[in-house]
C-alpha cells in the first residue's frame, strides 16, 4: 500500500528511472520536492514544463538545444577552424564543451557500431556526417576508448579515405575503458592538444 | 558557457539540488529525459504538475498526502489500536507503513530539538501532539536513535506525565546513530513489537 496518495506514488516512480536514482532515493528526492514546494518544487515543474516545450534536437549536427539549428551549428566563428568533432553522445559534447576545447563543430553518432546489439551503419547519423564532411578541413573522431567506439571510428575513417579530408583521433591519454563524460577537463583538453593522424 | 541553452541548464541546476543527485549526474538525468521524451520527460512533467496541484500537508498529522485529513487520519479503523506513533519525519512515517505496523495513526514532528541548531519546542508540531494524545491509550516514540531524538523523547515523556497514557519507545534494535529510513523493514517490524515502556 503506497503512502501519499497515487500522485505521489507514481512521481516517486517516475523519477527512479532516472539514471543515478533508485526506488529509495527517488522517495527521498519526492520528500524534499514537497518539503521545498515553493523554492523547488514549482520552479522545477517550471522548467520541466518549459524544456519539454523548447528542447528539440538539431538537424545538422544532432546536438541538443532549444533551437535548429544548434546555438553551436548556427555560429559563424566555429566554422572558422574547420574542425568538425565525431562524438556518440550529446554527453560526450557537453563533456568537451566543458573542457573549453575553443571554436570547433561536432556531430553526434547517437551510437556506436555494436553488430551484438544489433546496431549497425543505419541506426547511427552516419550519412549526415559523411554529408558535413567536405565542409571541414579536419575531421576529430572523439568515440570512446571502447572496442565498439574504436570500431566506429575505423568504420568512418574507411568512409572517408579518398577525399583528401585529414581524419585525426584524439590522442591517447583517454584510459582504455573508460567513458568521455566521467573524465576530467584536463585530460579531456589535453587529449584533443595532442591529437594524432590515424 | 552552458550547453544546450538556458531551459536545459536551469533544469540540470534544479534537479542537482536534489538529495542523491549532485552537477554531473543531474546532467546525466536530464540527457536521459531529453531521449526519453515521449516515454519519461512529459510523463513526469504531468506527473509532477499534479503532485504540486495536489499535494497538501495533513492539518492533523503533518503526514503529506492528497487530502487533510489524511488517509491515515480519515481511516477509522486506524483509531481502533488507540496506537499514535511519533516520528521526526514523513520519510519515517513511510518507512513504517512499508514495514505494515498494522493499524496505527502517526504524528510527524517536522524535525527534533536541537539547541544547537535553534530549534526549540516552539519549532516542532509538539502541540498538535499533547493536544491529540489523549484521544489515544498509547504514544509510541519513534523517533531515530541520536543524541536530538532521544533528547526529544525525553522532553515528550515528560510533557506527557501524570495524564496517564502509556508512553513507549521503539525496541533496541535500531542501530545506536541510525536513521529510521534506512533501515530493512524486518528490523523495524521487530523493533515496533518489542517496544517498551520509559
Same mark, same amino acid.
Given at each position: ?81 574547420? +574542425? ?35 546496431? *549497425? ?9 559523411i554529408?558535413?564532411a567536405q565542409?571541414y578541413?579536419?575531421i ?15 568504420? +568512418?575513417?574507411?568512409r572517408l579515405a579518398g577525399t583528401g579530408i585529414r581524419v585525426?583521433?584524439?590522442?591517447? *591519454? ?25
Amino acid at each position: 500500500m503506497p503512502s501519499g496518495g497515487p500522485e505521489i506514488e507514481q512521481l516517486i516512480q517516475l523519477l527512479a528511472r532516472l539514471p543515478g536514482l533508485g526506488p529509495r532515493s527517488a522517495r527521498r528526492a519526492v520528500l524534499h520536492l514537497i518539503k521545498k514546494k515553493e523554492q523547488l518544487m514549482l520552479p522545477l515543474s517550471a522548467a520541466l514544463d518549459r524544456a519539454v516545450a523548447a528542447v528539440r534536437t538539431c538537424e545538422v549536427c544532432g546536438n541538443v538545444d532549444t533551437m535548429s539549428p544548434c546555438s553551436i551549428c548556427a555560429d559563424p566563428r566555429r566554422g572558422e577552424t574547420g +574542425i568538425l568533432i565525431v562524438v556518440e553522445d550529446v554527453a560526450d559534447l557537453w563533456a568537451l564543451e566543458r573542457a573549453g576545447v575553443g571554436q570547433v563543430r561536432y556531430h553526434v553518432l547517437g551510437g556506436v557500431l555494436s553488430p551484438l546489439d544489433g546496431v *549497425g551503419p543505419d541506426d547511427l547519423n552516419l550519412d549526415g556526417l559523411i554529408g558535413r564532411a567536405q565542409d571541414y578541413a579536419e575531421i576529430v573522431l572523439a568515440m570512446n576508448a571502447t572496442v565498439e567506439g574504436q570500431t566506429t571510428a575505423h568504420y +568512418i575513417t574507411d568512409r572517408l579515405a579518398g577525399t583528401g579530408i585529414r581524419v585525426t583521433r584524439l590522442a591517447h *591519454g583517454v584510459p582504455v575503458g573508460g567513458e568521455l563524460d566521467y573524465l576530467d577537463e584536463g585530460t579531456l583538453s589535453q587529449a584533443l592538444r595532442a591529437r594524432t593522424e590515424i
